[in-house]
Nanobody, 124 residues
Framework: QVQLVESGGGLVQAGGSLRLSCAASGAIFSWYGMGWFRQTPGKEREFVAAISGSGSRTYYADSVKGRFTISRDNAKNTVSLQMNSLKPEDTAKYYC?????????????????WGQGTQVTVSS
């Protein structure tokens, strides 16, 4: 069973950048489609970005398109989320998730393995 650990969160001012990383272990990483989701207290977990197992296909929520970039390095068993031009509305706990089906990539129900999350706070 794949295990996921996120890192790279922190505090940044609006307009700044952060790079999140998700390290996978315990499975053949390239078999999994990967997604990034985010959640704030009292709100539903929100789709941010997803990438296919090979890295050939990427998907983004409209709210982050043009600012965030998802990528993966299957040789290192990692998936990253480069976040540029950060806004206060991006403040959330960010989660990495893995799916073997990768059908409805934007749906949390597609993913059955989740990391512990990493907090991103964007100040005004």
């Amino acid at each position: 069973q794949v295990q996921l650990v996120e890192s790279g969160g922190g505090l940044v001012q609006a307009g700044g950048s952060l790079r999140l990383s998700c390290a996978a272990s315990g499975a053949i990483f390239s078999w999994y489609g990967m997604g990034w989701f985010r959640q704030t207290p009292g709100k539903e977990r929100e789709f941010v970005a997803a990438i296919s197992g090979s890295g050939s296909r990427t998907y983004y929520a409209d709210s982050v398109k043009g600012r965030f970039t998802i990528s993966r390095d299957n040789a290192k068993n990692t998936v990253s989320l480069q976040m540029n031009s950060l806004k206060p509305e991006d403040t959330a706990k960010y989660y990495c998730a893995a799916s073997l089906t990768s059908r409805t990539y934007y749906d949390t129900r597609e993913y059955n393995v989740w990391g512990q999350g990493t907090q991103v706070t964007v100040s005004s």
